[in-house]
Nanobody, 115 residues
Framework: QVQLVESGGGLVQAGGSLRLSCAASGSTPNFNTMGWYRRAPGKQRELDAVVNSGGSKNYADFVKGRFTISREIAKNTVFLQMNSLKPEDTAGYYC?????????WGQGTQVTVSS
């Protein structure tokens, strides 16, 4: 059984920074991709950033230049460095890991950005 555990969320003022971490434990396969999604109240879940096993990264337009995703493959860990945070970044942030048809999610960590 695979578990993804996120940490690093919290309350920060606009313009501030947070670093999210997600560690996979259990019978972890070699994930093809690991990434971060957000879900704000009343909105659908949307992708922030994803990185594949080759190191290629993709970002949503609304975080480009502000967020950086990184991954330690050997430790099955993925990070999201969030800078220049805005109140509209307030959401639950969820770690995701995929291996072929297998799709794993963490329980989420809350990020709240005050204006």
């Amino acid at each position: 059984q695979v578990q993804l555990v996120e940490s690093g969320g919290g309350l920060v003022q606009a313009g501030g920074s947070l670093r999210l971490s997600c560690a996979a434990s259990g019978s972890t396969p070699n994930f093809n991709t690991m990434g971060w999604y957000r879900r704000a109240p009343g909105k659908q879940r949307e992708l922030d950033a994803v990185v594949n096993s080759g190191g290629s990264k993709n970002y949503a337009d609304f975080v480009k230049g502000r967020f950086t995703i990184s991954r330690e493959i050997a430790k099955n860990t993925v990070f999201l460095q969030m800078n220049s945070l805005k109140p509209e970044d307030t959401a639950g942030y969820y770690c995701n890991a995929k291996r072929t048809w297998l799709d794993f999610w963490g329980q989420g960590t809350q990020v709240t950005v005050s204006s």
